[in-house]
């Protein structure tokens, strides 16, 4: 999961599974919820999104879940590949504001 | 179709200095936004700009101006830069449907401040 503080949190899978990645947000009022990938030295790159109305939502190898009872939204990435290496983050959308999570860094081993 | 272009992608500055780091997009969105990235914590909004000729505070905007200079084109301006203001800097864009979050955000690929 997700936390704010100097070191990310990191998850590490051989090529070829599949990864999860979860995030925990803050405020119940949100309804809007977008997961990012940053790879190193590049700006944010939009994955996936998902409206509160929604518990799942499907796009090319990547799944997102969202869980608004206990504020959880997870990534799932299938067939985990080198190229999916990076730090991904989640982000919420409250009533006034975009709120960003501090991401995880996942690792794949070939 | 670049996208969101930052310039400069590095910068080194010396304690008092002044700068302005530059964001254009050409995917015609009405806002616009400035974030600072700092290790292990999530991006921080400095400035943002709703619309042409409008632009308002966002989480952190102490020591910084921003210019919202047509549709296209939003700066950050660092006065007097301050060693605590070193960090990742990215612009972001996108077209508000409703409320804020409709559509992702894009964003550039950030400039690197260094501040000694």
């Known amino acids: 999961g997700e936390s704010v503080g100097l070191h990310l949190p990191t998850l590490s899978v051989q090529e070829g599974d599949n990864s999860i990645i979860n995030c925990a947000y803050s405020n119940s009022a949100s309804d809007y919820f977008i997961w990012y990938k940053q790879e190193s030295g590049k700006g944010p790159q939009f994955i996936i999104d998902?409206?509160?109305?929604?518990d799942k939502r499907q796009g090319q190898r990547v799944t997102v879940l969202l869980n608004k009872t206990v504020k959880h939204l997870s990534l799932q990435i299938a067939a985990t590949q080198p190229g999916d290496s990076a730090v991904y983050f989640c982000?919420?959308?409250?009533?006034?504001?975009?709120?960003f999570g501090a991401g995880t860094r996942l690792t794949v081993k070939p | 179709n670049a996208g969101v272009t930052q310039t400069p992608k590095f910068q080194v500055l010396k304690t008092g200095q002044s700068m302005t780091l530059q964001c254009a997009q050409d995917m015609n969105h009405n806002s616009m936004y400035w974030y600072r990235q700092d290790p292990g914590m999530g991006l921080r909004l400095i400035y943002y700009s709703a619309s042409e000729g409008t632009t308002d505070k966002g989480e952190v905007p102490n020591g910084y101006n921003v210019s919202r200079l047509n549709k296209r084109e939003f700066s950050l301006r660092l006065e007097s830069a301050a060693p605590s203001q070193t960090s990742v800097y990215f612009c972001a864009s996108h077209s508000r449907h409703g409320n804020w979050g409709n559509q992702p955000q894009h964003f550039g690929d950030g400039t690197r401040l260094s501040i000694l």
């Open positions: 998902i409206r509160s109305n929604m």
């Open positions: 982000a919420e959308n409250g009533s006034d504001d975009m709120r």
